[in-house]
């Protein structure tokens, strides 16, 4: 009978620790994990859809992809500079993210404006997208040590996502512990 109740004690310590660990696992992934932007949404990247209009409610913060989802034996994806953007220009792209499959991702790993159009005078209907990429902000739950510096450095803001995961998982650890006692 002891051993039955001691077995369940156990038991539920075991699911307790589990619990804490995917609610850490939960509470550090929004901060850490970057966004897949699908250009256009739903309607991907093709006429008709307004790209300003896409990306004006959207922070793009470094790290995150663009994701063009398109026809890929009509439209394509250059990457051109703002000159080019704003006169759809397609003659001199700064890169072809054009890949063949109609299923182009561009990485924005650089704090910079970003202008893509497509060529083949689709740009002219209004296929053109620009976007500001931001420094990703600091995370919400900063420790104290990260609040009182204006600006974290990365380091310091990456470690404020972990601390609180791993106070809690070492609570739940504890917390088994001392009820195997
Ligand atoms: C963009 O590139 C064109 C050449 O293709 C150049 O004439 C123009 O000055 C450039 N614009 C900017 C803003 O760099
Ligand atoms: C972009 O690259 C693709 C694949 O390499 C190629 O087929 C296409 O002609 C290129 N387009 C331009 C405008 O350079
Ligand atoms: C950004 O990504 C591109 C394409 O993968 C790569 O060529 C470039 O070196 C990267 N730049 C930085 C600053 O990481
Ligand atoms: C997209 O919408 C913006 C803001 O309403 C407007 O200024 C722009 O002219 C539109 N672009 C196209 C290609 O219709």
């Known amino acids: 009978m002891e051993a039955v109740l001691r077995g369940r004690?156990?038991?539920s310590s075991m699911v307790v620790m589990g619990l804490v660990c995917?609610?850490?696992i939960v509470v550090m992934l929004p901060e850490v994990s970057a966004t897949r932007?699908?250009?256009g949404s739903n309607m991907g990247w093709t006429t008709n859809v307004n790209y300003t209009i896409w990306?004006?409610?959207k922070h793009f913060y470094n790290g995150d992809w663009l994701f063009f989802v398109y026809d890929r034996n009509q439209m394509n994806v250059l990457e051109v500079n703002k000159t080019n953007y704003e006169s759809c220009n397609s003659d001199h792209p700064l890169q072809n993210?054009?890949?063949g499959a109609g299923r182009d991702v561009v990485p924005l790993n650089v704090t910079r404006p970003y202008y893509f159009i497509s060529g083949k005078g689709f740009c002219y209907g209004g296929?053109?997208?620009?976007v500001s990429v931001e420094n990703p902000p600091p995370p919400p739950k900063?420790?104290?040590l990260n609040e009182k510096s204006a600006s974290p450095s990365p380091v310091l803001a990456l470690r404020g996502q972990y601390v609180l995961p791993a106070?809690?998982?070492i609570g739940a650890v504890w917390d088994a512990f001392v009820h195997l006692l």
Do not use: E, F, N
């Open 9 to 11: 004690g156990l038991g």
């Open 22 to 24: 995917i609610l850490a």
């Open 37 to 39: 932007w699908t250009v």
């Open 55 to 57: 990306a004006q409610d």
């Open 97 to 99: 993210w054009t890949r």
């Open 127 to 130: 296929m053109k997208l620009a």
């Open 142 to 144: 900063a420790s104290p």
């Open 167 to 169: 106070v809690l998982a």
